[in-house]
């Protein structure tokens, strides 16, 4: 689709065949001039960077992030190096004098998944996990629970991480849950990877994503929507989220931005932004939408589907397969398999790149493959499987 976009990524190891673009995506090669471009500002405006990264490179990348979410107000959307921030940030902003009441799924990422085990075992939450199957049914399941108790917050990811599942009916569950519930949603493995439209939940709801994965910018890029008129203070603070007060003398109490800055931490390496906006205005110099990626990773997927069919492969069958066909699914595919490990190991040694996930293999398409590559995919894995 656009593989010739990805010419620095596939010269610099060009034996190598990469199905991981759920976890690591490759780079545009118009990322690579942005980031030189970071170090070309550093260089010469040294410390009047600052000026230029919070004049023109954050908007513009709150920009972008507005266009392809479907949110009204940019100014809504904080940056972050990496999601955890945001995590203890969100947790900061609850009431700690008596175990808070968490509402999750069974298939959250580690960033949530591990810190809020660590506060689990301090006796801080009170954690209900919401299996993910039967996948037909999960979504009015989390819906019902949300609706049955009082709950401090509720935590859900878009696309499960694990599986490529795709959560539907993320309104109804936002209005299922109780009043003085935070209600946050990870969307990291559905942002510009399928079209993702945050207006009718945006008020209710946080949302969460970032640059490393479909985004193609790498990292330093995470990103938090916040909803329009929060007034939350997180006590996990840093200077940045009242950049617009710092000449002002102290007050009484600590002061916070309007906007989304009220959730911002401190210095941080701007790189991450400068792609990502690089990323993003070569996206759609192309002409592609987030559509139209989507559409051409499912069709890579079923011709990877079709092909391993003919080559008889057992270890990768349909008995295999994590999710059921007619289960909504994102941009990669998951087996779960005996052996995972060695089997992992045997298809790294064929030179394709993809991740494990205990029992779980995952193979990630995008933008930067062809069916050239699916079919040299499933050669490989023939050689290293049989």
Known sequence: MLAAHFSRHRAANPGRLHFAAHSHHPWPDATEAAHARYWTDSATLADRKWQKIFGEVIPAAQDHVARIVGLADPRQVAFAPNTHEFVSRIYSCLDAAR???????????HSFRRQTRRLQET??????????EPWATFPQRFAAAARSGPRDLVWLSHVFFDSGFVVTGLEEICEAAPAEALVVIDGYHAFCALPVDLARVHRRAFYIAGGYKYAMSGEGACWLAVPPGCALRPTDTGWYASFDTLSVAPGATV???TDGFRFWGATFDASGLYRFSAAMDWLRSTGVDIARVHAHSKALQEEFLHRLAGAGLAGLGPAQRVLPPEAPRGNFLAFEVDGAEEMHRRIAAEGV??????RRLRFGFGVYQESRDVELLVAALARALR
Do not use: K, M, Q
């Not at 175990?99 to 990422?109: C, D, H, K, N, Q």
């Not at 954690?127 to 993910?132: C, D, G, R, T």
């Open 123 to 132: 006796g801080r939450l009170e954690v209900e996990e919401i299996a993910p």
């Open 353 to 358: 790149t993809i991740d494990r996930r205990d």
């Open 99 to 109: 175990p808070l009441r968490v509402l999750t799924s069974g298939a959250e990422f």
């Open 255 to 257: 002061p916070y931005s």
